[in-house]
């Protein structure tokens, strides 16, 4: 049955162009010419207005939620890749690298007087913790946060090392004039005692630090702050204007 379709459909289809070809003729011949006018995708040239629109509606910095704004001083730098989403704070001279997400929609984020979180940090804050401590995450003054690593609902005492891929869960306290080193865990609740060198997973104690360990802590997050100044150079304070000053230089002639 359904060859003898097919073969009455080639009898007719040939018969119609025999007979009466024009008419398909023409109409194949009005569709190929209409597809040879539009213009595919490779020969789409993109607007230049295009990388304007992109910048403006792309990641946001600052993320309000409902009453809470994040607060900026305006000595800090804050990467332009940067999240910053409810109650977060970030105080003067301190400084949050590329990457970084700093989330405060359960509870307060602090970092505090030339303190430095680094590259592809997260940092969050639980809604309570379960030792009784405060839940919310405090970074002190002249703090340095490895890159790459977690902080949530912790307490980190003024002058301090946090290395590189380390993690503080909630309630961990790390006091005055002390080192965890890269890649360790602090569990829940634990506490690194004032001027002690602690590493691993879970953290353990390793050593008491000496006096010149403890003299270089602040003076490597001053150090951090010195190198923050030529990034801060580098960008204007909000949003995306520097794209205007870019085709203002553009229009004047000057070199970017």
């Not at 049955?1 to 023409?26: C, D, E, Q, Y």
């Not at 984020?109 to 997260?122: D, K, L, M, Y």
């Not at 690593?149 to 006091?175: A, D, F, Y």
């Amino acid at each position: 049955m359904a060859a003898a379709l097919t073969r009455l459909s080639r009898k007719a289809l040939g018969s119609a162009l025999v007979n009466g070809g024009a008419p398909i003729r023409r109409l194949l011949s009005a569709e190929a010419a209409v597809a040879a006018a539009s213009p595919s995708f490779s020969d789409v040239t993109p607007s230049p207005d295009d990388r304007v629109k992109w910048d403006y509606r792309g990641q946001r910095r600052i993320i309000p939620l409902g009453q809470w704004l994040p607060k900026i001083a305006v000595d800090a730098y804050v990467a332009p890749n940067v999240v910053l989403a409810g109650q977060v704070t970030v105080c003067d001279g301190s400084s949050v690298w590329n990457g970084s997400v700093l989330r405060g929609d359960l509870n307060k984020i602090t970092v505090g007087f030339c303190s430095n979180v680094q590259e592809r940090c997260v940092v969050h804050a639980a809604w309570s913790s379960p030792t009784g401590l405060p839940a919310e995450t405090l970074i002190e003054r002249y703090v340095t946060i490895g890159a790459n690593s977690l902080l949530r609902s912790c307490t980190i005492e003024p002058e301090c090392i946090i290395g590189q891929h380390s993690i503080l869960m909630e309630g961990s306290l790390v006091e005055t004039n002390s080192i965890l080193e890269a890649g360790s865990v602090l569990p829940p609740g634990r506490r690194i005692p004032t001027g002690e060198l602690w590493a691993g997973n879970p953290a353990r104690y390793v050593r008491q630090l000496t006096y010149d360990e403890i003299k270089e802590i602040p003076l490597l997050a001053m150090a951090i702050n010195d190198l923050m100044q030529s990034h801060f150079s580098e960008f204007l304070p909000y949003s995306t204007v520097y794209l205007e000053v870019e085709n203002l230089k553009k229009s004047l002639g000057i070199q970017i």
